[in-house]
């Protein structure tokens, strides 16, 4: 794996401070992820994620770490799938392309009266070529200049209209050039110069991220402080209705999206449990049995703000048999009336994610043996939202005495979450869910889930009285 310093462009320094943290706050949430997706194999401190409102600083930052490659996403970045990184340097070590990034042209039609640009949403710069073209910078926004500039030679394809070709590359001789040249365009200079290619993200890679375009007016600003706005980009209007509370309410995790392999779970193992709480998504649950001290009276709670996610589950534990997992998913969309739209990452199958289920409980026959076990055990389902109103859950907690274990997931960190809240009003509201957990638990309750900022908490909120 090479070694690669993750750079986050703050372009917004003009916007508000609150506006900032809170675009920041969303691009985050998927940013994270690939950032620990990477991170184990090559990250160093303290180059871990540079912030900075100049390229040409997370460049230098870059090139002082020694790093392979510079990944720059901008304020305003989505991804989609947390190997991004990864793709992007794999597609461009293919092609052997020195930098990868949007590519735009100035005025295709009379390619002599304009130059080419690079959009600042995502860049990946390949730091050894960066340095052998003589560590240009990055080149912004100047009109009036005049300068020469090499032929380029351009993909015949554009990856919509006629100014995204999907490469360029150098072509012979130069040209006198006089006119505005925009942000990217001294990088794309030297880099050409030296006899290197650029190329543009392909569709397989661009399907995985998207960008809000946070600068582009305030209309977005206003959204996120809760007035009703005609938002003017495309991505800013597919984030908002998919980001509604509402909506999500009919999405059911049929995989947990964090995975099931072993974690560094820190609670106690050998404390006997009473009850298990969980939200109703994935597998995780029952992973979670797996491990701990349980015994044939153990119930299982379910809470959640999805009551398609409880019906499913509730579904699933009268008429499943345990396999065929796949099958079953279709057989149950297609036989309820009510809206249930089963997630999981786009692209990915739900066979790979049942087969890779199966191994980490040992195997089918393993894991049919444990399905019916656990089908043996008390169940109980409550419609909750941990935001609004968790008195059905709190109450139900100080109803059942005994050790308890609780797992809500990432509910404090969610694309919902994130939008509506800003990190202060979140950070509240997560530590009141906390206060409130212990204050209805006079037993031992063992908490698992992932804070505000997504970062995981494994810990014992309350030990037995002595």
């Known amino acids: 794996m090479k070694t690669l310093t993750l750079g986050l462009y703050n372009q917004l320094s003009h916007r508000s401070a609150e506006y900032q943290d809170h675009i920041k706050f969303i691009t985050e949430f998927t940013f994270n992820a690939e950032v620990g997706l990477y991170k184990p194999a090559n990250m160093r401190v303290p180059y871990d994620v540079v912030e900075a409102c100049s390229i040409d600083e997370l460049i230098a930052t870059a090139d002082g770490a020694k790093s392979d490659y510079l990944y720059i996403v901008a304020f305003g970045h989505r991804g989609l799938n947390p190997a991004l990184p990864t793709m992007m340097i794999n597609y461009a070590e293919q092609n052997n392309y020195a930098v990868l990034g949007h590519i735009l042209q100035d005025n295709p039609a009379q390619p002599n009266e304009g130059f080419y640009s690079l959009h600042h949403q995502t860049v990946l710069i390949n730091m050894h070529q960066w340095r052998s073209a003589g560590r240009p910078n990055w080149g912004n926004y100047q009109r009036n200049i005049e300068i020469t500039v090499p032929m380029i030679n351009r993909s015949e394809e554009n990856f919509h209209d006629d100014y995204t070709p999907h490469w360029i590359e150098p072509a012979a001789g130069e040209m006198a050039y006089s006119g505005t040249v925009r942000e990217g365009w001294n990088l794309i200079l030297n880099i050409i110069r030296s006899g290197k290619k650029i190329g543009n993200f392909p569709n397989e890679i661009r399907k995985f991220k998207s960008f809000l375009y946070p600068d582009s007016g305030p209309e977005f600003e206003q959204l996120l402080q809760g007035k009703e706005v005609f938002l003017p980009e495309m991505n800013q209007r597919k984030y908002a209705a998919s980001t509604q509370f509402t909506p999500v309410q009919s999405n059911v995790f049929v995989f947990n999206t964090d ?208």
């Open 259 to 466: 995975g099931m392999h072993e974690e560094p779970m820190q609670f106690d193992r050998s404390t006997q449990l009473d009850s298990i709480y969980c939200v109703a998504a994935g597998f995780k649950p029952l992973q979670l049995l797996k491990r701990c001290n349980w015994h044939s009276g153990t119930q299982m709670v379910y809470f959640d703000y999805s009551q398609a996610a409880l019906d499913f589950k509730q579904w699933l534990l009268t008429n499943w048999d345990g396999r065929n997992y796949t099958q079953v998913i279709e057989q149950y969309k297609n036989s309820v009336t009510t809206i249930f739209r089963p997630v999981w990452f786009p692209g990915q199958s739900f066979e790979t994610a049942w087969a890779d289920t199966l191994t980490t409980f040992g195997g089918e026959s393993q894991w049919l043996e444990f399905w019916n076990q656990y089908r043996r055990l008390p169940h109980e389902f409550i419609k909750t939202n941990l935001f609004d109103d968790r008195s059905a859950l709190l109450n139900n907690m100080q109803a059942n005495a005994g050790n308890k274990l609780i797992w809500f997931s990432n509910s404090f960190n969610t694309d919902p979450a994130v939008r509506y809240f800003n990190r202060p009003t979140l950070s509240a509201m997560y530590n009141d869910f906390i206060a409130d957990l212990s204050q209805a638990n006079d037993s031992q309750l063992q908490v698992c889930g992932s804070d505000w900022t997504g970062k995981k908490e494994w810990f014992v909120l309350k030990k037995d009285p002595q």
